[in-house]
């Protein structure tokens, strides 16, 4: 809760002194948690950020230089968690596995990588980019081709645009497409992941003919 970040703060009302590295971590705490409340297409108020982090407006400029390098910091510590996440085992698991496990990895309290990236879009920046480690991903569905579970006559590229479109659409409107649909986030999770279990092993027959 933001109330909890103001207790920083001494019973006497005065700030405690903190370096530089801690008063930046601060305000990505607080732009993070104010998202988290607010919603992303509401933006990001700089001035109560400052506010709750319990500094100068001033000192988010003099870190950060804007409120987008803000977000992208906000951006570098989140997608810096999601990757640790999944390069815990060092076993390389097959397509379908990999990919289902890459799709449970969310968490309705948080606020997350597509959401932030969403942001920045929505602020007019043209630099960011939609699919982080897309060369890395598109590595891994060539082995997939090499294992069998993507017919060679599949388009990689594509396929890996499809998947991050998929996920990352999905991670924004998890909640709003729960509601809509009438069932608890967690069951619509589990059937979606079956949809998504389905799409993932039919990769391994060839493309059908489209004309």
């Known amino acids: 809760m933001i109330s909890t970040i103001k207790e920083s703060q001494t019973k006497k009302g005065t700030k405690p002194k903190r370096s530089r590295a801690e ?13 988290r409340k607010n919603g992303v297409l509401a933006g990001l108020n700089l001035r109560q950020v400052a506010e709750v982090a319990g500094v100068n407006r001033g000192n988010i400029y003099h870190y950060f230089g804007s409120r987008q390098e803000l977000l992208r910091a906000a951006i570098n510590r989140q997608f ?50 939609p699919i982080p480690l897309y060369e890395e991903q598109l590595s891994q569905l060539r082995q997939d081709v090499i294992d069998g579970d993507i017919d060679r006559g599949h388009d990689l590229d594509a396929l890996q645009v499809a998947l991050s479109a998929f996920l990352r659409g999905y991670r ?6 729960a509601k809509r649909v009438g069932i608890k986030p967690k069951e ?21 003919d489209s004309r």
Do not use: C
Request: proline share 3%.
């Open 23 to 35: 008063t930046e971590q601060r305000l990505i705490d607080v732009a993070l948690e104010l998202i």
């Open 80 to 129: 810096d968690a999601f990757v640790n996440s999944l390069t815990k085992s060092k076993a390389r698991a097959r397509l379908v596995a990999r990919r289902l496990r890459a799709f449970r990895l969310h968490d309705s309290n948080d606020t997350n990588d597509s959401m932030l990236r969403a942001l920045l879009v929505l602020d007019g920046d043209d630099t960011v980019d």
């Open 172 to 177: 924004i409107f998890r909640l709003p497409y």
């Open 188 to 208: 619509l999770d589990d059937r979606i992941a079956k949809i998504l279990r389905t799409w993932l092993e039919a990769m391994a027959q060839p493309p059908k």
